[in-house]
DNA sequence: TCTTTATGGTGAG
DNA sequence: TCACCCTAAAGAT
């Protein structure tokens, strides 16, 4: 369930719970024992999430946690559940413990790699980042809007879910050049995605359509072949950037 | 007990 | 553009 909200859900129930203590921290699946044998015990000292990415500061060393696409954190109150045998890693604290497992990258950097990676990151909505940034981003490119949307260099956090429902939202077909949107089409996409993400991270789940049934909670995501819940027209599916995009050619026209 | 699917990203060709 | 990686849960057999 990975998109930015998520991210940074994560990183505040976490660090709510573990930050300022020390934490014990294993590996059940055993491929990340090493780092938590040298994690294990110390202190979590601060958790941030920046685009898909969290950070776990203890000291020098640094946890980096990127879920992907299948990774997932569970939080239980003690006594947990035992871990799955994919679990990749547990850590404990406070009465509480989390369950890592799928993730695309689990491993102890320093701060110079954190620096890099940071610097490969565009404007996180949700992290301070700016509709200045974003729009100086998105004018470089001459990709289709609905590709420039997933590259994370452009904008953090965002994923198929929300690149799918802001471009509907702000009635942008996806394949329009990233470069030739206009100011409004920009400032239009940068509040929608503040505003989405944000609610998503409070509420845990991406919600485009208020007030409606919990399997009818997004416009687009997922619906080709389906009438628009706006006009009725017939969505229409395809492949962008390397993942299937669904758009209304009624309320996005081309 | 299988196959399928997923909101992500990388590296090879 | 494609193959591939990671894991769990739901659906099919």
Same mark, same amino acid.
Do not use: K
């Given at each position: 369930v990975p998109e930015g909200h998520t991210i940074h859900r994560i990183a505040r129930q976490h660090h709510d719970v573990f930050a300022g203590r020390p934490v014990r921290v294993t590996s059940p699946q055993g491929r990340f024992a090493d780092g938590a044998a040298l994690l294990?015990? $110390?202190?979590? +000292?601060e958790v941030e999430a920046l685009g898909k990415h969290l950070f776990y500061r203890f000291g020098h060393r640094i946890l980096h946690v990127h879920l992907g696409l299948v990774g997932t954190f569970q939080l239980f109150h003690e006594p947990a559940p035992p871990p799955s045998a994919g679990t990749r890693l547990a850590m404990r604290a406070n009465g509480a413990a989390a369950y890592l497992s799928g993730p695309m990258v689990c491993g102890l950097i320093d701060p110079g790699t954190e620096d890099e990676i940071r610097a490969d990151l565009g404007p996180d909505p949700l992290a301070g980042g700016t509709r200045e940034e974003f729009a100086a981003a998105l004018g470089r490119k001459s990709m289709p809007a609905g590709a420039a949307l997933l590259d994370q260099k452009v904008?953090? !956090?965002? /994923?198929n879910v929300y690149r799918a429902e802001a471009l509907f939202l702000c009635g942008?077909?996806?394949? $329009?050049?990233? %470069? =030739? #949107? =206009?100011d409004a089409q920009v400032a239009c996409l940068w509040q929608t995605i503040v505003a989405h993400m944000g609610e998503g991270a409070r509420r845990g789940r991406i919600v =485009?359509? +208020?007030?409606?049934a919990d399997d009818e909670r #997004? *416009?687009? *995501? %997922?619906? /080709? !072949?389906l009438a628009c819940r706006r006009c009725g027209a017939e969505l229409r599916a395809w492949t962008l950037g390397g993942r299937t995009i669904t758009a209304c050619p009624d309320c996005q026209p081309a």
């Open positions: 294990d015990g $110390r202190v979590l +000292e904008i953090a !956090g965002v /994923g942008i077909h996806p394949n $329009r050049p990233a %470069r =030739t #949107l =206009t =485009t359509v +208020e007030d409606a #997004l *416009y687009v *995501y %997922r619906r /080709g !072949g």
